[in-house]
């Protein structure tokens, strides 16, 4: 079975990093597409950050745009976001999801097979 387990959320203030971890498992971690999204209370889920094992090609949404960072380690089946510049309205539950057997990064975003817990990020001011 695939499963997600993301962490590494917690409190920090505006300016301030924090690193994601979404350790997975139960697929091959070769040809798939991952990512982070993220949902705040009132706002619609988005997908921020997405990256592709065809050549590691990575995309972003345009509001993190120079300030998170996408990565994975294949011995470790696990993707990673830096976040840094920390802003308030980055306040969120994030969610790291995979299409296992996908390398579409477009199809990831509009639907994902697969969804971990999710991590609480709040930045405070």
């Known amino acids: 079975e695939v499963q997600l387990q993301a962490s590494g959320g917690g409190l920090v203030q505006t300016g301030g990093s924090l690193r994601l971890s979404c350790v997975t498992s139960?697929?091959?971690?070769?040809?798939?597409?991952i990512g982070w999204f993220r949902q705040a209370p009132g706002k619609e889920r988005e997908g921020i950050s997405c990256?592709?094992?065809?050549?590691?090609?990575?995309n972003y949404e345009d509001s993190v745009k120079g300030r998170f960072t996408i990565s994975s380690d294949s011995a470790k089946n696990t993707v990673y976001l830096q976040m840094n510049s920390l802003k308030p309205e980055d306040t969120a539950v994030y969610y790291c999801?995979?299409?296992?057997?996908?390398?579409?990064?477009?199809?990831?975003?509009?639907?994902?097979?697969?969804w971990g817990q999710g991590t609480l990020v709040t930045v405070s001011s």
């Open positions: 990256l592709s094992s065809t050549d590691g090609s990575t």
């Open positions: 999801a995979v299409n296992p057997t996908s390398v579409i990064t477009d199809r990831l975003r509009s639907s994902p097979d697969y």
């Open positions: 139960g697929f091959k971690f070769d040809t798939y597409a």
